[in-house]
């Protein structure tokens, strides 16, 4: 069997506490990551963060600089994909923790069960100070319940069929660079912008309820 290799794409900006234990959790998996591929927006505050951390750069673990102008949430992401050679490029946020050390292990195989699969995401899960909306909006949009997705469930879900995260996200690389990657000059959606050109290409995304990570955001509403 064909070895597996995964990259690790991760768009930082302001790197703190959190981003380090990101980088624990993972270096924890079951599924080794083959190389981390940093996005990092502004060098100053990367500069800082090793300064204030004393963080030794592992071989595996190389950082592109880009500036707060030049950023773009489709475009960077992009950028970074294209820097792998790996087989499989896993999207992660820089505040997305691994709830467990089976992440990884289980976007694979959400990804490489079927050969028409293009995309598998995974679940994000609140914490104990996450709020009654952010509660209610991920027990929705992630269920319990695994799931794949396809042309045909176009009818019944209509664009929740599109739906997925770049918080947590697998793409086989070789089916991203054939459908041309994300969409450049973009503030948010890329992953779903994604999801629909494979879609209706022909290929399937998966939802895996296990690929489990602790993401949410405590917003005000007013």
């Given at each position: 069997?064909?070895?597996?290799?995964?990259?690790?794409?991760?768009?930082?900006?302001?790197?703190?506490?959190?981003?380090?234990?990101?980088l624990?959790?993972?270096?924890?998996?079951?599924?080794?990551?083959?190389?981390?591929?940093?996005?990092?927006?502004?060098?100053a505050?990367?500069?800082r963060?090793?300064?204030?951390?004393?963080?030794?750069?592992?071989?595996?673990l190389?950082?592109?600089?880009?500036?707060?102008?030049?950023?773009?949430?489709?475009?960077?992401?992009?950028?970074?994909?294209?820097?792998?050679?790996?087989?499989?490029?896993?999207?992660?946020?820089?505040d997305?923790?691994?709830?467990?050390?089976?992440?990884?292990?289980?976007?694979?195989?959400?990804?490489?069960?079927?050969e028409?699969?293009?995309?598998?995401?995974?679940?994000?899960?609140?914490?104990?100070?996450?709020?009654?909306?952010?509660?209610?909006?991920r027990?929705?949009?992630?269920?319990?319940?695994s799931?794949v997705?396809?042309?045909?469930?176009?009818?019944?879900?209509g664009?929740?069929?599109y739906?997925?995260?770049?918080?947590?996200?697998?793409?086989?690389?070789?089916?991203?660079?054939?459908?041309?990657?994300?969409?450049?000059?973009?503030?948010?959606n890329e992953?779903?912008i994604?999801?629909?050109?494979?879609?209706?290409?022909?290929?399937?995304?998966?939802?895996?309820?296990?690929?489990?990570?602790?993401?949410?955001?405590?917003?005000?509403?007013?």
């Open positions: 069997m064909k070895e597996i290799t995964v990259d690790v794409i991760i768009p930082v900006y302001r790197p703190g506490e959190r981003f380090g234990e990101l624990k959790r993972l270096d924890a998996q079951t599924q080794p990551v083959n190389r981390y591929i940093i996005m990092n927006t502004e060098q505050y990367w500069d963060w090793l300064s204030e951390t004393g963080y030794s750069l592992p071989e595996n190389s950082v592109f600089h880009v500036t707060r102008e030049t950023f773009d949430h489709g475009a960077t992401r992009d950028a970074g994909i294209r820097q792998s050679d790996a087989g499989i490029c896993v999207c992660m946020t820089d997305a923790l691994p709830a467990d050390q089976y992440l990884l292990e289980n976007l694979v195989r959400g990804l490489t069960e079927k028409s699969t293009a995309v598998a995401y995974g679940r994000q899960l609140p914490d104990r100070d996450c709020g009654i909306i952010e509660r209610y909006t027990a929705f949009n992630y269920p319990e319940e799931r997705k396809t042309k045909a469930d176009l009818a019944a879900m664009i929740k069929t739906f997925c995260s770049n918080v947590c996200c697998a793409y086989d690389r070789k089916i991203f660079e054939k459908q041309g990657g994300f969409i450049r000059h973009t503030i948010f992953d779903m994604y999801a629909a050109g494979v879609i209706q290409a022909g290929y399937a995304i998966v939802y895996d309820a296990d690929a489990k990570v602790i993401h949410y955001h405590n917003l005000s509403h007013i």
